[in-house]
């Protein structure tokens, strides 16, 4: 069935009434399958996997990734596979259903990978795992108690695009229809992508390899080989010949400087696109290859160990950002990201007018009471779930009750606005909305840093969590799914990915941790540099230091100079991009970013978004060229392909590596 649409003047000049009427009689697909136990368990195990690779791929960036279009392929690919050996093909719903479950398990990573970790860095202890676990549903869930009143305008009424969301739906209907030959192409094409970036990372991992050639084949230890990730060794056999490159003095190996085969950051490049890959380069050569090499020399940013007197001076990458690069680059991103936000006065007016018009669909009755989720669960479930989440806040991380009160009313507005972003665009302004309240709380509570960090979770948590159900929604309303399961589904994923995710974080990135270790310097490695957390750390710091009178040592004249520089540039590039409608070709936020991820991570993005894009323009204009087919038709799924097979065996050498088994 081809999708259907209301034309733009059915839109502006119908009630919600008779939109809901129309939807009812023309799109609802009422006796088709769709939450049936089988899509709920494919759901549930893509889920896992996908929020394993978002784990991953978040700790390393600071991103999480959409794995809607990703699981629909997935899925679709997995029973035709099945139907082959006589199982019964999936319905276009019971599809839509497990890539709603499977994208609602990817995203619960989000706070795992920031406010989570930078609260844990700040107390500098872990937090149990079960309140990282049961903190993060009962969140999550408050997400989707809050959405679901919201989908009746956003959705229903007002039909906004959801661009995710309407792309997730139109692949599904492509999947269904006709030209079902295309979907089988890309699922082939991830799968391929997925085998080989796995098998390169099986190559070069060093735990495989040990496994391997020293434990099963009885290699002496010094003899095993593996397939070299960056070029360490180079840099080691120049110093051999006393030829290392340095800067000031530095090896370019202490700064990180040592491009690498990171294949999930090349996917990871591929999706994010070359005019941001371009500003995280320059961002990271400003800083690494400029800046940095200047602070060292005029004594500014002192080396960890050893002194340059004595010729054994030690700098790390996550050294220097620490102590001096970190708080340029925050400032930087944190005043783009604000100038972006407020620069959008309708999304804040649209917002507020919708906290009066949630419940509002024009006259007459509720064609759609029978499948809808009842406004009275959100009405009834968000009080009380939301006492929950306050109580937790309370009691686990010493949040003052009227300070966790009051962060309930505000989860409302900053849903709202960010739910008013995610329909027009696709982007959930998280890392901006994020510093509203921990500015606000951290003003309130400067000397208990948990206060601005665990309501700014809870805020950010809650709204992202209700925008990205909207966008999961989105295609089930095109093909005329059931909201009431959708809502049951986005559950499913909740428990999915807390499930997959909370046991991972720990094993990832806390199995070598002993209490009393310095936790920042345990999990924040050459590998996994966490930017999200750093930033939220670091705002956190900021705000203490500027209301609670914090050490005097933490920002010196140099760092504060180069805030307010970057600060200034920040504003002025996030104007110049707001003015010339985007053409602007740099983003201080990607500057920003690159400044805090690693140079070898940065360097790997920059590579996939520059091939995907000469792959573009040399086939462009091919449409019936095989090249058209496979590079720019079916892009992202090789991307995703990319992603998942490193990120996936690259979480598996970890595992090895802390497993009994090297023992």
């Known amino acids: 069935m081809a999708i259907q649409n209301l034309t733009d003047d059915q839109i502006r000049t119908w009630t919600r009434e008779q939109k809901d009427r129309w939807w ?21 195990v893509l889920g896992g996997l996908l929020s394993a690779t978002n784990l991953y791929v978040g700790a390393k960036t600071g991103w999480t990734l959409g794995v809607g279009l990703t699981s629909v392929i997935l899925a679709f690919a997995a029973f035709k596979l099945l139907s082959t050996l006589g199982a019964r093909d999936m319905t276009i719903l019971e599809n839509n259903c497990s890539q709603s479950i499977a994208t609602a398990a990817g995203y619960m990573t989000g706070p795992l990978i920031s406010g989570m970790a930078a609260y844990m860095w700040i107390e500098n202890r872990t937090m149990p795992w079960w309140q990282m676990f049961w903190f993060n549903v009962v969140l999550s869930v408050l997400g989707v108690l809050v959405a679901f009143p919201m989908k009746r305008r956003f959705i229903n009424d007002e039909q906004q695009p959801f661009p995710e969301g309407w792309a997730c739906g139109v692949v599904l209907d492509t999947l269904y229809t006709s030209a079902a030959a295309v979907g089988l192409f890309k699922a082939k094409a991830l799968g391929l992508a997925a085998a080989a970036a796995g098998s390169i990372t099986f190559l070069s991992g060093e735990s495989y390899m040990r496994l391997i050639q020293e434990k099963l084949l009885g290699i002496a230890k010094d003899k095993v080989w593996h397939l070299p990730h960056d070029i360490s060794g180079f840099y080691a056999w120049l110093a051999t010949k006393g030829w290392e490159p340095k800067l000031s003095g530095v090896p370019l190996k202490q700064l990180g400087v040592t491009p690498a085969l990171d294949l999930a950051m090349i996917g990871a490049g591929g999706l994010m696109g070359i005019k941001p890959a371009i500003s995280m380069m320059i961002g990271m050569m400003v800083n690494f290859l400029i800046v940095v090499p200047i602070m060292i020399a005029h004594g500014e940013i002192l080396p960890k160990s050893g002194s340059f007197a004595e010729g054994n001076a ?101 849903t709202l606005i960010a739910a008013s972003s995610t329909a027009l665009t696709g982007i959930t302004p998280t890392g901006s909305l994020s510093k509203i309240p921990q500015f606000m709380y951290g003003a309130l509570d400067p000397k208990h840093p948990p206060t601005n960090l665990m309501t700014a979770i809870m805020c950010v948590e809650v709204s992202s969590n209700a925008s990205n159900l909207l966008m999961d929604i989105k295609p089930g309303y095109m093909l005329g799914a059931k909201p009431r399961q959708q809502a049951w589904g986005h559950c499913i994923g909740i428990i999915a990915g807390a499930l997959a995710s909370t046991p991972l974080f720990y094993l990832l990135f806390l199995s070598e941790y002993k209490p009393g270790d310095n936790l920042q310097d345990k999990m924040v490695t050459d590998q996994f540099s966490f930017p999200s957390a750093v930033q939220w750390k670091g705002v956190s710091e900021l705000v203490t230091s500027i209301f609670g009178g914090g050490s005097g040592s933490l920002l010196t004249t140099s760092i504060t100079w180069s805030m307010i ?17 985007g053409r602007f070709p740099l983003s201080p ?28 323009k040399i086939y462009h204009a091919r449409t019936e060229s095989t090249g058209n087919k496979l590079w720019i038709q079916t892009h992202e799924p090789i991307c995703a392909g990319v992603i998942a097979g490193a990120a996936l065996v690259g979480i598996g050498d970890i595992l090895v590596k802390v497993s009994p088994l090297l023992k």
């Open 314 to 414: 030690v700098f790390t990458r996550v050294h220097i950002l620490n102590t001096w690069a970190l708080w340029w680059g925050i400032a930087i991103m944190v005043t783009a990201s604000m100038v972006a936000l407020f620069a959008k006065p309708q999304v804040f007016i649209q917002a507020f007018q919708g906290l009066f018009r949630l419940g509002k669909g024009g006259s007459g009755s509720d064609p759609l009471r029978h499948i809808e989720l009842p406004l009275w669960v959100s009405w009834v479930g968000i009080p009380i779930v939301g006492a929950v989440g306050v109580w937790m806040a309370h009691d686990w991380f010493g949040v003052s009750w009227i300070f966790g009160a009051t962060a309930i009313p505000l989860i409302i507005v900053l």
């Open 24 to 44: 009812l009689e023309r799109v609802f697909r009422g006796s088709m399958p769709q939450l049936t136990l089988r899509a709920g368990l494919t759901g549930f």
């Open 565 to 581: 520089t970057a600060a200034c540039v920040g504003l002025v590039m996030e104007v110049g991009r707001i003015a010339s409608r």
């Open 589 to 616: 936020l990607a500057i920003g970013l690159g400044v805090v991820v690693p140079p070898e991570s940065t360097m790997a993005m920059f590579a996939g978004a520059a091939f995907f894009w000469a792959t573009h």
